[in-house]
């Protein structure tokens, strides 16, 4: 009875502690969600925006979202960016489930273009002082004039209003969806629509107070704590559902782009994306006219490759490419079948037209520096004319090697053969030869033709030998 009374005692006390285990374990647990829960995520965007920054917005959003923070903070500093980029970034903020806060920072900082885009398309959205934001208007591709910069405005005559139809259909359209685009924006989140759309039409900017008068943005902040503290109870729509925001105890926490982020930061830059594609080109040629060199053919690979995935990424005119690799191959040409410049010529004209027509944009972020392609285009000038002189000096360079190195070469008769022929030996060869003149054993000759396997000679003369 007594053993039994113990034993039960045991298996109630095992009982107490494993429940004591189990609301430790959800204490803890709880604990660890809180903590999570309690973090903002700070993100930055400084610079252009270009595949780089969507990349490394996307993966970072995504790893963000895993930890369930209660607020995603941008900070943004940029001149604008490309359009593609620009869409993948807003689609990743609308289609966050948490609060994301695009904040322009720090004092002198700018949103201008994409970044104003961005900016409207975030739940909150914030400036410090002395920040700008606006002049949206999408910069045109392959040369079409912007609105309101029509030949009157250049001349300093009155130009027409910018909201009226100018240019062609396709201005037009770029202009109508961009305004279209920026107004759905600002409508999400109860902003300013008509400064937005004329934000587009016009190029209008604001600096931060006349935004926040004009209902164009929420809040001006001093720093992140300050936004913190302001937006602290604010509710938000999110994913169309209402959320109130608790931000008033959360820890800054600031994920910086990784290796890959950096990497395609560096290559997608027009002007190392082309400096790589020359040194991929100029790499293969070395390789294809000196087999077995392996280390410029790797390493021309490897460029290639690398500046071919960075140009899929980038607004590139690929008739721009093709007239690159279209003078490469001219230039090449020339060093193998010289055409007394003609070849060569051409591929210098083609690799210049290539290289000025090789961005399809007009956005200075994400054009090549013409001290660039000055710079190659004198390489590739100086290495071929290199080529053309050294094919000229070669031409008039005698023959050293082959049958044809024999002609005007001396042979000694070793042998007179019953059919008026001879044999001479040259170059420690044994030859038969026939001569015009009648010919001696050990007489000095000298070889005028070679017809198949027998020489044409003529005896010295007594001043030759």
């Known amino acids: 009875?007594?053993?039994?009374?113990?034993?039960?005692?045991?298996?109630?006390?095992?009982?107490?502690?494993w429940l004591t285990a189990l609301v430790c374990c959800l204490s803890l647990c709880c604990s660890a969600a809180s903590a999570t829960a309690g973090q903002a995520v700070l993100l930055s965007i400084d610079g252009a925006i270009g595949p780089a920054?969507?990349?490394?917005l996307a993966r970072a959003f995504q790893d963000a979202i895993d930890t369930s923070p209660a607020i995603i903070i941008i900070r943004v500093d940029t001149p604008g960016g490309l359009d593609t980029a620009m869409r993948?970034?807003?689609?990743?903020?609308?289609?966050?489930?948490?609060?994301?806060?695009?904040?322009?920072?720090p004092t002198g900082a700018r949103a201008a273009s994409a970044g104003t885009y961005i900016l409207l398309a975030s739940h909150i959205a914030a400036m410090a002082p002395g920040t700008n934001l606006g002049a949206a208007t999408p910069v045109q591709i392959g040369g079409i004039s912007l609105p309101g910069m029509d030949k009157k405005k250049?001349?300093?005559?009155?130009?027409?209003?910018?909201?009226?139809?100018?240019?062609?259909?396709?201005?037009?359209?770029?202009?109508?969806?961009?305004?279209?685009?920026?107004?759905?924006?600002a409508a999400l989140h109860g902003r300013n629509e008509e400064w937005a759309e004329q934000a587009v039409r016009q190029g209008l900017s604001l600096q931060a107070r006349e935004a926040l008068a004009?209902?164009?943005?929420?809040?001006?902040?001093?720093?992140?704590?300050?936004l913190l503290v302001q937006i602290d109870g604010r509710k938000v729509k999110v994913l169309n559902k209402v959320q109130t925001l608790h931000t008033s105890d959360l820890t800054v926490v600031e994920l910086l782009p990784d290796w890959r982020s950096r990497l395609l930061n560096v290559i997608t830059n027009p002007n190392v994306a082309y400096i790589l594609m020359m040194i991929g080109i100029y790499g293969l040629i070395l390789e294809f006219y000196n087999p077995g060199g392996i280390l410029p053919g790797t390493v021309g690979a490897i460029c290639l490759l690398l500046a071919l995935y960075s140009f899929q990424l980038l607004p590139v005119n690929y008739a721009g490419v093709g007239l690159i690799l279209l003078g490469a191959a001219l230039m090449v040409a020339e060093a193998f079948q010289p055409s007394f410049g003609v070849l060569g010529l051409g591929g210098l004209i083609s690799f210049v037209i290539g290289s000025i027509v090789l961005m399809d944009t007009q956005l200075p972020a994400f054009t090549i520096y013409l001290s660039v392609i000055l710079t190659f285009t004198l390489v590739s000038a100086l290495v071929f004319f290199l080529a053309v002189g050294m094919a000229l000096r070669a031409r008039k360079r005698p023959v050293v090697s082959g049958v044809e190195q024999m002609i005007g070469e001396r042979a000694t008769v070793i042998e007179l053969l019953d059919d008026g022929m001879a044999m001479v030996a040259i170059h420690s060869e044994r030859w038969r030869a026939r001569s015009a003149q009648p010919l001696h054993k050990g007489e000095q000759v000298r070889v005028k033709?070679?017809?198949?396997?027998?020489?044409?000679?003529?005896p010295l003369s007594i001043t030759e030998q």
């Open 53 to 56: 920054t969507e990349d490394y």
């Open 449 to 458: 033709a070679v017809e198949g396997l027998k020489l044409d000679v003529e």
């Open 154 to 185: 250049e001349e300093g005559e009155e130009a027409e209003p910018a909201d009226k139809p100018q240019g062609d259909a396709m201005q037009h359209k770029i202009i109508n969806d961009a305004a279209a685009y920026i107004r759905g924006l």
């Open 214 to 226: 004009l209902n164009v943005i929420d809040i001006i902040a001093t720093d992140i704590t300050d």
């Open 88 to 105: 993948g970034i807003i689609q990743t903020i609308t289609a966050s489930p948490v609060p994301v806060a695009t904040y322009v920072s």
């Open 1 to 17: 009875m007594k053993d039994s009374k113990i034993a039960l005692l045991a298996a109630r006390l095992t009982l107490r502690d």
